[in-house]
């Protein structure tokens, strides 16, 4: 490496971590503490389209551990039957106090869950009153979403901490973070397809349209909200949030090689090349 990029390299590191340690006072609340208990497997279920594969070709492999489910698959009909052991909600339109959309059926839905299952919130939610009216069988975890980088020296205990995470650009990024934080060694994805640029283009008018399918059916109400949210956005801004997820990809697998945590993609096609390639139902 030449001198000038070791300059360019310790100047954005020294930055990075600066910023990172002014935004945790500002940004961070206290997390659940950490489980201590060793746990096995955990199948992250993303809410890309090959779940619907997954779920149609390989359930009984997918059922053989402890799942987690992320966003709005509680409002998919196959909820109630995958029972999920774990949930994660990270997109900020569940925690504004409008809620639009499918937010408040979402919210219900959780409301409506019959089996013990912990609920991973970020820790500014405490206070939302939709967490009150969550059953008994449903155990509140806390994370924070504050995003850490620089130095890796710096970043692991600051991820050990729980008070901030590698830029959580997906939701799976928390996920992945989470199920570390409970004990997993070793998390199985799925349905974290990440093919994004596959649906993007722009129009002779130059309107950035991104179609992001997922394993359950997008109504109509969801599709405009989604056209919305790229209203103004240019397509260099989208690729550069694209950058952004993937890169973190990297970062949590760096801290997952320090805490001797495997992580699998077990999704066919998918676009994320921070892991190892698997296969849900691995070859004897």
């Known amino acids: 490496m030449k001198l000038t990029d070791k300059i360019q390299t310790f100047c954005k590191s020294l ?3 600066v910023a990172t340690l002014i935004k945790i006072p500002l940004m961070s609340r206290r997390p659940s503490p950490r489980s201590y208990e060793a746990k096995d497997t955990i199948i992250i279920m993303g809410n890309g389209p090959s779940l619907r594969t997954a779920l149609e070709e390989n359930l009984p492999a997918l059922m053989a551990h402890p799942r987690m489910a992320v966003n709005l698959s509680a409002l998919a009909p196959e909820f109630s039957s995958l029972r999920p052991q774990y ?8 925690f504004l106090k409008e809620k639009t959309g ?4 979402l919210w219900d839905a959780l409301a409506a869950v019959s089996w013990p299952m912990t609920l991973f919130l970020p820790a500014t939610a405490r206070k939302m009153p939709e967490v009150s009216r969550l059953p008994g069988c449903v155990t509140l975890k806390y994370y924070n979403l504050t995003p850490a980088e620089g130095w890796r020296w710096l970043m692991n205990p600051i991820y050990d901490s729980g008070l901030a995470m590698p830029r959580p650009r997906n939701v799976l990024i928390p996920s992945i973070m989470c199920a570390m934080r409970e004990g997993f060694r070793r998390i199985i994805l799925i349905g974290a397809d990440h093919n994004w640029s596959k649906t993007l283009w722009v129009t002779e008018r130059n309107r950035v349209v991104s179609v992001q399918p997922h394993f359950y059916k997008d109504d109509d109400e969801e599709l ?4 919305e949210i790229f ?3 240019h397509i260099h801004e989208v690729y550069e949030n694209y950058a952004i997820a993937f890169r973190s990809y990297f970062n949590v697998k760096a801290y997952a090689d320090r805490r001797g945590v495997e992580i699998i993609n077990a999704t066919p096609g998918s676009f994320i090349d921070a892991f190892p390639r698997g296969s849900l139902t691995p070859k004897a």
Not at 102 to 105: F, G, I
């Open 15 to 17: 930055s990075d971590s």
């Open 87 to 94: 949930y994660i909600l990270a997109d900020i339109a569940f």
């Open 102 to 105: 499918k937010v408040p059926a």
């Open 224 to 227: 405009r909200r989604a056209e």
């Open 231 to 233: 209203a103004n956005v």
